[in-house]
């Protein structure tokens, strides 16, 4: 947390960023199993928000697990891996956040011509499983390895569809935030 340039000054005279910084640091001390933040970035300049989502990639990959919450949606895309949406108390989902299946990548293809049927084009393309299929690009599902995206593309090529991009995406906490809560009320499901 790059504290340690601060251990000679008292707690009243760090800035708000620095202060929430200690504090994140008192919450790490212990090493704790779950750790339960409430908007951790705030106050913190641009390059520490970015090194507080590499903490926080970090102890989870060594076994913590990190509830975070915030209204600052985009602040948690760098590192998030579930969302658990919470309205007046109840929990309305909890998902993983790109929606995709266990072991699955999506990857967003751009068509270098218009398709006239491109669901039909790439429903024959083994390893694919298309999501949404439009003239000009497709949001498709492929096996969550470099391999198997690359002999996904080949078997593209291979069939003759002109690509003129194939990216893997991720769909932002935003976009899932809104899908889940898109004809909701505070009571439930809008009738």
């Given amino acids: 947390l790059d504290l340690a340039s601060l251990t000679s000054r008292r707690a009243a005279e760090l800035s708000r960023g620095q202060r929430q910084r200690v504090a994140i640091g008192q919450a790490l001390i212990h090493n704790p199993r779950v750790l339960m933040l409430d908007e951790p970035a705030s106050g913190l300049d641009p390059e520490a928000r970015h090194a507080l989502a590499l903490l926080f990639k970090r ?26 949406v919470m309205r007046g ?10 929606g995709t299946a266990p072991n699955a990548r999506r990857v967003r293809i751009g068509f270098a011509r218009e398709t006239t049927d491109p669901a039909g084009a790439l429903g024959g393309i083994t390893g694919l499983r ?7 690009d497709a949001l498709v599902e492929v ?7 690359g002999e996904a593309l080949r078997a593209l090529v291979l069939a003759g569809i002109a690509v003129s991009s194939f990216a893997p995406e991720r769909e932002n906490l935003h976009e899932s935030y809104l899908r889940t809560v898109a004809g909701r009320s505070p009571q439930g499901p809008a009738q």
Wanted: net charge negative; glycine share 6%.
């Fill in 143 to 149: 096996a969550d390895s470099d391999d198997a995206q």
């Fill in 130 to 136: 298309v999501i949404e299929a439009g003239a000009r």
């Fill in 89 to 98: 108390g109840r929990l309305l989902e909890s998902k993983p956040i790109a």
């Fill in 59 to 84: 102890l989870s990959a060594d076994g913590m697990t990190l509830l975070v919450s915030s209204h600052i949606l985009a602040e948690l895309d760098e590192y998030s891996t579930d969302m658990l």
